[in-house]
């Protein structure tokens, strides 16, 4: 508990036993011009005090359940990354066995058209550098060439 709440505590507790000390014996004390019996004061007391002690309970055990949670999802992440490794060395990276699992399957992102054209550009300035010729290129090159002549 804060130092705020045992204070409070402390000022309940010392309250009650001022209370039995010199009003033990009166049959009601004044309070904001409302007369109350004693007991009905320490009652009051008492209950804020029981009220602070159950908040201070279930705040460790929310915090316990929390602590749990957090160790139990960590420890549930890297089975399924484990599970995951070995579902797709064994039966393959498919889409439906992958499904089977509730993993997902990544998809090819497709490239826009300014990728695709510059692709296009580079492919095409690599193969003129190079002089790269597929077998139809080659064959309308050679007939394009005169035939060399034989030496005698």
């Known amino acids: 508990m804060n130092k705020n709440k045992d204070t409070t505590i402390n000022n309940f507790?010392?309250?009650?036993a001022g209370v039995q000390k010199h009003f033990a014996n009166a049959p009601t004390i004044a309070l904001d011009g409302a007369p109350?019996?004693?007991?009905?004061?320490?009652?009051t007391f008492q209950a804020a005090i029981d009220a602070i002690d159950a908040a201070a309970v279930a705040e460790k055990a929310f915090h316990d359940a929390v602590a749990?949670?957090?160790?139990?999802?960590?420890?549930?992440?890297v089975t399924r990354?484990?599970?995951?490794?070995?579902?797709?060395?064994?039966?393959?990276?498919?889409?439906?066995?992958?499904?089977d699992f509730?993993?997902?399957?990544?998809?090819?992102?497709?490239?826009?058209?300014?990728?695709?054209?510059e692709a296009v550009a580079k492919r095409r300035a690599t193969r003129a550098k190079r002089?790269?010729?597929g077998k139809r290129q080659k064959a309308k090159a050679a007939e394009a060439q005169p035939p060399a002549a034989k030496p005698a």
């Open 13 to 16: 507790r010392l309250a009650i």
């Open 36 to 43: 109350m019996a004693p007991k009905d004061v320490i009652a």
């Open 68 to 77: 749990a949670e957090h160790a139990a999802l960590a420890k549930g992440t």
């Open 81 to 99: 990354a484990a599970l995951r490794r070995n579902v797709t060395a064994n039966l393959g990276s498919g889409e439906g066995v992958q499904g």
């Open 102 to 117: 509730g993993f997902p399957v990544p998809k090819r992102k497709a490239p826009d058209a300014a990728t695709k054209a």
């Open 131 to 133: 002089q790269t010729m």
